[in-house]
């Protein structure tokens, strides 16, 4: 493509883009039937047309586009899709329009918030066809094919190649390395590896099918493995062509560089991956066990064992529940955030806690609100989930009213915990305005819960 294609390309766009957020229905429209592969495409800004459209509040341009099949879910550089713009700068007839779900849900649920929030290690990017578990046969044959996938890891960390050499901190630095079966086919073989099958690549949409497309769908798409081994790192370091790869040492600062299609299949490698590690013997009786169903079991060996007769637990991945919450002050205008000693330098987070067995989300969240910060809450109401594979969390993200206001932290675990205006939280959430207090990244639940709370009620 010569550089005259390319700027003429790159004005077309900005036309475009330019009368989204104009509101211009009529010019979106020929652009689109002239190149329809606009759509879904950013400008230097990072936003949508859609996105534009949204912060405008053009509801035509925006109900034209999503007629057009335009992706409502993509994010801007800040994590916001065209809803949270569109709610944020007030626009709620064009957040209705954004949150609706096409099949009518909102008649079946009405008064639920319909649009799924979406937070990272959350993308489902594998379809991950619980039902090929238990083909041996397909399983086998799947990992000898040359399209397979495979993700390597050691020590539960997946090898990844850094795309900055300049330590940057910011998401989508990091990409996976990618392997094909010839390169770790010994690896397959060796005992102390764990091999897990993680699911088959999702085919896209096909909205403009020509006929060797369609050809194309017909065959497979590529599956995908996760193998974690405890070879020497540095060498299987040289099995990859790629430069600057590693096994990142920090997960739970390092895996939140990943893009969020990969975030979310290294949720799922990673948590299955750690439960394996964690559970090499059976739990019931001590005996040695054997992984079956790609990864998605480990059966005792002893024939005698407790765990054989019927279904339990013990032999399947476990997930931990975490409530998290933003609890909120009785006047509606502060939230309450606190501090672990562990935290980096003036950061403030949401409390949070593990379920404890026979609770209730409901009475976790006033349990460990009341246990942290000696604060005692009223009604609670679920917002999000998020998968946290450090090994295996599922974060509940909800929101809480408070009805009492004194702090008394539980030192144990907190070292602060404050009210903090809403005001302070604009400041530090949307200017980055450290002086007060530092939130968490963006790939966090608890960021993601304290924007909702912001953006629920802003009308700016
Ligand atoms: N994604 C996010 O935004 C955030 C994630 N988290 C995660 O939530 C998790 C729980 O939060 P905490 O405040 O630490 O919980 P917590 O307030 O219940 O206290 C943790 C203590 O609970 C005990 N415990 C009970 N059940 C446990 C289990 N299944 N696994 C481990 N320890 C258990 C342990 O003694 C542990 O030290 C942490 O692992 C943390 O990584 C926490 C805050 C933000
Ligand atoms: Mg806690
Ligand atoms: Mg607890
Ligand atoms: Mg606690
Ligand atoms: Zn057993």
């Not at 700027?7 to 509101?23: H, N, P, T, V, Y």
């Not at 319909?114 to 990017?125: A, D, G, I, M, W």
């Not at 990969?262 to 991956?273: H, K, T």
Request: glycine share 6%; proline share 5%.
């Amino acid at each position: 493509m010569t550089s005259l294609q390319l700027s003429a390309k790159e004005e077309m766009l900005e036309k475009f883009l330019d009368a989204a957020a104009r509101g211009d229905l009529s010019q979106v429209s020929t652009l689109l039937s002239n190149a329809p592969s606009l759509i879904n495409q950013t400008g230097h800004s990072g936003w949508t047309a859609l996105m534009l459209a949204a912060r405008n509040g053009h509801h035509h341009v925006a109900e034209k586009l999503l007629l057009l099949g335009c992706d409502k879910f993509s994010v801007n550089s800040s994590s916001q899709t065209a809803y949270d713009i569109a709610t944020f700068w007030g626009h709620r007839h064009i957040a209705g329009l954004l949150g609706r779900a096409a099949d009518g849900c909102g008649r079946i649920l009405p008064g639920a918030d319909l649009h799924p929030h979406e937070n990272y290690f959350s993308r489902e990017t594998l379809d991950r066809q619980s039902g090929r578990r238990t083909d041996k046969v397909w399983l086998e044959a799947k990992q000898s094919d040359s399209e397979t996938v495979y993700l390597l890891f050691s020590n539960l960390s997946p090898m990844v190649r850094t795309q900055q050499q300049d330590g940057s901190e910011a998401q989508g630095d990091m990409k996976l390395c990618l392997f094909r079966f010839e390169e770790v086919k010994d690896l397959l073989l060796k005992p102390s590896s764990v091999t897990i099958f993680l699911g088959i690549e999702k085919t896209k949409s096909p909205s403009s099918s020509s006929s060797s497309e369609k050809a194309e769908s017909l065959s497979e798409p590529p599956v995908w493995f996760a193998i974690n081994t405890d070879e020497d790192a540095a060498a299987l370091l040289e099995r990859c062509r790629e430069k600057n790869c590693s096994f990142p040492r920090s997960p739970n600062r390092d895996l939140l560089k990943l893009s969020e299609e990969e975030a979310g299949v290294v949720a799922q490698a990673r948590s299955v991956l750690a439960w394996h590690s964690r559970y090499s013997f059976c739990p019931t009786c001590g005996g040695a066990t054997k992984m079956e169903e790609g990864g998605y079991k480990r059966s005792c060996l002893n024939s005698e064992c407790r765990s054989l007769q019927g279904v339990h637990n013990t032999c399947y991945p476990r997930v931990d529940p975490v409530v998290i919450m933003l609890v909120i002050h009785p006047d509606g205008n502060q939230c309450l955030l606190g501090r672990k000693k562990v935290f980096p330098v003036g950061m403030f987070s949401c409390l949070a806690g593990f379920v404890e067995p026979g609770e209730t989300l409901e009475e976790a969240v006033r349990r460990e609100t009341e246990e942290e910060s000696g604060v005692t809450v009223g009604p609670v109401q679920y917002v999000s989930c998020q998968p946290w594979p450090m090994p295996s969390n599922l974060m509940i993200g909800c929101l809480a009213v408070a009805v009492s206001t004194d702090i008394k932290v539980d030192e144990k675990e907190i070292e602060e915990a404050r009210w903090f205006p809403r005001q302070q939280v604009i400041d530090s959430l949307f200017r980055g305005d450290r002086s007060v207090f530092v939130i968490p990244p963006r790939q966090t639940i608890a960021h993601q819960l304290v924007r909702h709370w912001i953006c629920m009620n802003s009308n700016l």
